[in-house]
């Protein structure tokens, strides 16, 4: 069965860097990884986005290694407003072959001031 | 409008009874997605619409839940018979295309439905 899978928890002190990797072994070929943060009470919202290699932008980077079957989300200098769900998204191919729009089931990030 | 507009916010409803949520995705938007959330879970995926296509209904968990999507817009998520399992936050995306290919997904608020 097509899964993602990540860390349920996290916990970090302000100011550290922070790594969170997303496995998914079966991801579509040529699709992109994207992931998303959530806070209580609200809808996910776009972080960041990428297809290979190394992926830069003002809020977070993402790491890509070559296979592509793993992705892992790097924020800088965390705060204690990160304190949030962080989720990734991939399209996978399940045993069957058809493609399906998965979720992982997200990780909890707890910033310790 | 803005950003994915969905409605009502919040719905308190007796179990039995059916509920209809609305989602207006952005405009232009030709993708539009339907996820469930349960309190303190992941997201769950319900049914995807793109384009004129025959929507990817592979997600819904039983057949009292239906959805349709009007004019390549408007989408509504209907719920019959509602059970307490039902309960969970149902949330509305949309993006420009196909959402893999570089395409963003965006979320709306989501709908807060408690059956009692």
């Known amino acids: 069965l097509a899964k993602t899978t990540q860390p349920i928890s996290m916990d970090s002190y302000e100011g550290q860097e922070v790594n969170i990797t997303c496995s998914h072994n079966n991801i579509a070929t040529n699709d992109y990884i994207t992931w998303y943060q959530q806070f209580p009470s609200q809808g996910p919202r776009f972080i960041i986005q990428g297809y290979k290699t190394k992926v830069t932008n003002e809020v977070a980077s993402l790491f890509i290694p070559a296979d592509r079957k793993s992705s892992t989300l790097s924020l800088p200098r965390v705060s204690l407003s990160d304190t949030a769900v962080y989720y990734c998204?991939?399209?996978?191919?399940?045993?069957?072959?058809?493609?399906?729009?998965?979720f992982g089931k997200g990780t909890k990030l707890s910033v310790i001031p | 409008g803005a950003g994915v507009s969905q409605s009502p916010s919040n719905k308190v409803t007796e179990k039995g009874k059916d509920v209809e949520l609305r989602c207006d995705p952005i405009s232009g938007h030709t993708a539009l997605y339907w996820y469930r959330q349960s309190l303190g879970q992941g997201l769950e995926f319900l049914i995807y619409?793109?384009?004129?296509?025959?929507?990817?209904k592979s997600g819904l968990p039983s057949d009292r839940f239906s959805a349709e999507r009007t004019g390549g817009s408007v989408s509504t998520l209907t719920i019959q018979r509602t059970q307490q399992e039902d309960s969970a936050v149902y949330l509305c995306a949309s993006s420009p295309g196909r959402v893999l290919s570089g395409n963003t997904i965006y979320f709306g608020e989501g709908s807060w439905l408690t059956v009692v």
């Open positions: 619409f793109q384009g004129n296509s025959a929507p990817d």
């Open positions: 998204l991939v399209g996978l191919y399940s045993g069957a072959g058809s493609y399906q729009l998965t």
